[in-house]
């Protein structure tokens, strides 16, 4: 088991940026994969990063690269996604969620895989 928490959203103009971060707590917080999504009203949840728990490999939408950056803080059971150049396009709640995985290396693509789901953290965009 283990909860996942969001922080770091809220108003930011056009051209901006935010830092936003999941905290995992469990035991076995760190044994998992994580994934940064995204889901504005009318709209499908789309997966924007994601990260194995080694941190050592990340996959990226091809129409995600460039503006995104995901991360990972073992040390602090924490993943960031850094998020640039924000549009009012980018206005959505944002989410992380965990998939436990035996292959440390692994990412997980597909948002049906994520076992654990974070409460989501508002991001508007103005412009």
């Known amino acids: 088991q283990v909860q996942l928490v969001e922080s770091g959203g809220g108003l930011v103009q056009a051209g901006g940026s935010l830092r936003l971060s999941c905290a995992a707590f469990g035991r076995t917080a760190s044994s998992y994969a994580v994934g940064w999504f995204r889901q504005a009203p009318g709209k499908e949840r789309e997966l924007l990063a994601a990260i194995s728990w080694s941190g050592g490999n990340t996959y990226y939408p091809d129409s995600k690269k460039g503006r995104f950056t995901i991360s990972r803080d073992a040390a602090k059971n924490t993943v960031y996604l850094q998020m640039n150049s924000l549009n009012p396009e980018d206005t959505a709640v944002y989410y992380c969620?965990?998939?436990?995985?035996?292959?440390?290396?692994?990412?997980?693509?597909?948002?049906?895989?994520?076992?654990?789901w974070g409460q989501g953290t508002q991001v508007t965009v103005s412009s």
């Open positions: 969620a965990a998939d436990w995985s035996e292959d440390r290396t692994a990412v997980t693509r597909v948002a049906s895989e994520y076992e654990y």
